[in-house]
C-alpha cells in the first residue's frame, strides 16, 4: 500500500478549523497566502510520497549501524535528507536573517505530517533540527547565530538534543554530566548520554548537540542545570570545519521501532562546548525547545495514525470475505461489514481531530507572537500553553489507539510483518513515551498550564465550546448535539473541581491522580469541538454550491461518528477525574504485588 499525503484534509483543517488565516492577518508572514499554503502541502506530500515512503520499510529493516566511533544510518537516508535540505524543507518557519522562510509555524506542522507518516523515522532528524533552531533564535548569542544557526537552517548541519542520562530520565534534576571552564570562554564537557536521536550519521558534514550539564559551583537539582553547545567537528573562524570534537556515539540502541532512526549513546570526553544563555538556566533554555518537540511529536501521532489508517483501508477493500449486511453481495470486501466500517470510521474521525488540534496548537503559538495587542498576545500564549501537552498526549494516543486498530482491521494478517502494518504498530508506540511521557504532560496541564492563568485559558476554552454548540443546534438536532453538551459540561466541572482541589495542598494527591484522566476528558472535547467547527464549515460551503459534495458530507458525518462513538462516553473520564488520591493510596505495593 503506497502512502497519499491527504492533502485536501490538510488545506480544510488549516483555513476551516484552525484559522490559519487569523495568523496571515497579523502581517508578520508577508510572504504567505492562499496559494503558497497549497503550494507547500503538494510538494511536502509529493517529497513525502515519492522519496521519503519508499525507504519506511528499509529502514525498518535494515536500521542504522555504529563501528569505529562513527554511524552510518539507514540505506537511502543520507541521500534523501541532502534531498529533503535542498529542497527547503529545514527552513519554513525560520527568520529570513538567518536564511529562513519566516512562514506559519501550523503550515511547516502540516507539511512535517506527510515527512513522519511517510517515514517516522527519517523525520525525527530534522524535527529536533527545527527545535535547536528555536533555542538558538531564543537563547543563542548573535555570534553563535552567526556560526551555527544559518547552517541549521539551510540543512546543510543537523541538530540534536541530549539530555537524559542512565540515572536521569524524566527527572533531569539528577544529571551529572559536568562542564569545566577552559579559561578561554569554553568548557569541556563529560559525560554519557542516552536516547539520542540522530545523535550521529554522515546525512551532513556537522551535528549540532545541544547538551544539558553542570557547572563545577551549579546548585544541586534542576536550578544548576545549564545549556552547552557541542558540535561534531569545530569551527574555525571563517566558518571552514576543523578537527572532529572529542566526542563520539559509543552504540546505537535495539528498538521495538523506528529502527530507521540511529539513537545513540553519547561519549563526552573533555568534549569543547560553549554555553548556550544564562549559566544555571538551562532547563529553561532546554523547554524552548522541548515544547517545539513535544508539539512535533503530537503531529507525529497523527502522521503514524493517517499512515495506519491509509494501510488498513486498502486492505479492508480489497480482502473479501462474507455477504455485505448493506449490498447482499456474498463475498464482498471486509469494508462492508459494520463493525470494520465502524472501526476506520472512528479511526479517520479521531485522526482528524487530532490533526486539528496540533495545527491549532501551531496556530496559536503564532499569534501568540505576533497577534495585535499584548492583551490578544496573552490570551493566545495561554490557549498554546494549554494546548501543547494535549496536542502532544492525546495525539500520540490517538496515534497508538489507530495503528493497534489497523493491525485489528488486518486480522491475523495484521499481525504477519509482510503485511506492513505492525510496523506502524511498533513505531508509533514510543510517541508516548519521549519529549516527556504523557503522564508527565497530564501532570504539566494540572499542575501548571491549567493554574497559571488562574484557569482563564480553560475557562476561554469552554465558552468557546459553547459558542460552538450554540451554531451546532442549526445543523443537527437531537443526540449529535445533546452529546457535545454533555461533553462540555463534564469538562468543566471537572475543571472547576481541580482548580479548587489546587486550593487545598491536602488534595495533592487527589489532583495528581486526576491528571490522566482530565487531560484525556479535555482532549476528547476539544477533539470534538475542532470536528464541530469543521462540519460547520462544511455546512457553509455546501450552502453555497463551493467544493466535492460527497466530501464535504463526509466531514458533517465525522462530527457524527465523532460525537457518537467518543463524545457519548466521557462520563466515565469525567467519573475517574474524581476518584481520588485515597483510593491509589489503598494500592499499595503489597497489594499490586500481592
Not at 206 to 225: E, M, W, Y
Not at 429 to 441: A, D, K, L, V
Amino acid at each position: 500500500m503506497t502512502y497519499r499525503a491527504p492533502i485536501r484534509d490538510l488545506a480544510f483543517a488549516l483555513q476551516a478549523v484552525a484559522g490559519i488565516d487569523q495568523v496571515a492577518a497579523t502581517g508578520a508572514f508577508p510572504d504567505y497566502d492562499a496559494d503558497l499554503m497549497g503550494a507547500v502541502l503538494e510538494a511536502a506530500g509529493q517529497f513525502s510520497e515519492e522519496v521519503l515512503a519508499p525507504l519506511n520499510r528499509v529502514g525498518d529493516q535494515k536500521g542504522s549501524v555504529c563501528k569505529d566511533g562513527n554511524v552510518t544510518p539507514a540505506p537511502g537516508f543520507s541521500d534523501a535528507y541532502r534531498q529533503f535540505a535542498a529542497g527547503g524543507w529545514t527552513s519554513l518557519t525560520a527568520q529570513t536573517h538567518s536564511g529562513g522562510q519566516q512562514l506559519p509555524k501550523a503550515l511547516e506542522l502540516a507539511a512535517y505530517e506527510t515527512v513522519h507518516a511517510a517515514n517516522m523515522a527519517f523525520g525525527l532528524c530534522p524535527m529536533l533540527s527545527l527545535a535547536s533552531i528555536e533555542a538558538l533564535e531564543a537563547v543563542g548569542t548573535p555570534e553563535q547565530q552567526s556560526k551555527y544557526l544559518t547552517k541549521l537552517v539551510s540543512g546543510e548541519w543537523t541538530g540534536a538534543m541530549v539530555l537524559t542520562e542512565p540515572g536521569a530520565g524524566s527527572d533531569l534534576g539528577a544529571l551529572t554530566a559536568t562542564a569545566v571552564p577552559k579559561g578561554d570562554g569554553t568548557y569541556k564537557l563529560s559525560g554519557q548520554k542516552i536516547f539520542i536521536t540522530w545523535g550521529d550519521h554522515d546525512a551532513t558534514d556537522n551535528i549540532v548537540h545541544l547538551v544539558l550539564a553542570r557547572l563545577p559551583d551549579s546548585p544541586p537539582g534542576p536550578k544548576g542545570i545549564s545549556l552547552f553547545l557541542a558540535s561534531k567537528y569545530h569551527v574555525n573562524a571563517d566558518g571552514s570545519l576543523g578537527e572532529r570534537n572529542s566526542f563520539y556515539p559509543v552504540s546505537v540502541e535495539h528498538k521495538l521501532g523506528i529502527h530507521g532512526s540511529p539513537t545513540c549513546v553519547m561519549a563526552y570526553e573533555d568534549a569543547t562546548a560553549e554555553l548556550v544563555g544564562q549559566p544555571n538556566q538551562g532547563l529553561a533554555h532546554m523547554f524552548v525547545m522541548m515544547n517545539a518537540a513535544r508539539l512535533a511529536v503530537g503531529v507525529e501521532g497523527v502522521g503514524i495514525a493517517e499512515r495506519a489508517y491509509q494501510h488498513a483501508l486498502a486492505y479492508a477493500q480489497e480482502r473479501k470475505q462474507g455477504r455485505s449486511v448493506w449490498t447482499g453481495v456474498a463475498n464482498s470486501p471486509i469494508v462492508d461489514h459494520p463493525d470494520v466500517r465502524r472501526t476506520l470510521s472512528v479511526m479517520k474521525a479521531k485522526i482528524a481531530a487530532a490533526r486539528a488540534i496540533c495545527l491549532s496548537t501551531g496556530v496559536a503559538a503564532d499569534l501568540a507572537r505576533h497577534a495585535a495587542t499584548e492583551d490578544e498576545r496573552r490570551q493566545w500564549k495561554g490557549r498554546e500553553d494549554l494546548f501543547t501537552p494535549i496536542a502532544k498526549a492525546w495525539s500520540t494516543d490517538v496515534g497508538c489507539e489507530v495503528a493497534s486498530q489497523g493491525v485489528q482491521v488486518h486480522g491475523g494478517m495484521g499481525f504477519i510483518e509482510e503485511t506492513g502494518a505492525a510496523q506502524y504498530y511498533r513505531d508509533a508506540r514510543i510517541t508516548p513515551i519521549y519529549e516527556g511521557t504523557n503522564g508527565i504532560q497530564a501532570m504539566d496541564l494540572v499542575g501548571r498550564k491549567l493554574s497559571q492563568d488562574g484557569g482563564a485559558s480553560a475557562k476561554a476554552l469552554i465558552a468557546d465550546f459553547k459558542t460552538t454548540l450554540t451554531a451546532l443546534g442549526k445543523l443537527y438536532t437531537g443526540k449529535p448535539v445533546e452529546r457535545f453538551a454533555n461533553a462540555i459540561e463534564a469538562v468543566e466541572d471537572a475543571t472547576l473541581w481541580i482548580l479548587d482541589a489546587k486550593q487545598d495542598p491536602a488534595r495533592a494527591a487527589d489532583v495528581l491522580t486526576a491528571a490522566d484522566a482530565y487531560l484525556k476528558l479535555l482532549g476528547d472535547v476539544t477533539g470534538g469541538w475542532m470536528l464541530a467547527k469543521g462540519a460547520l464549515a462544511a455546512k457553509a460551503q455546501l450552502d453555497t454550491g463551493e467544493g466535492d459534495t460527497v466530501w464535504l458530507e463526509g466531514k458533517i458525518a465525522l462530527y457524527e461518528i465523532y460525537a457518537a462513538n467518543v463524545l457519548g462516553h466521557v462520563s466515565s473520564r469525567l467519573a475517574a477525574v474524581g476518584q481520588g488520591g485515597a483510593l491509589l493510596e489503598r494500592m499499595s505495593v503489597d497489594v499490586l504485588a500481592g
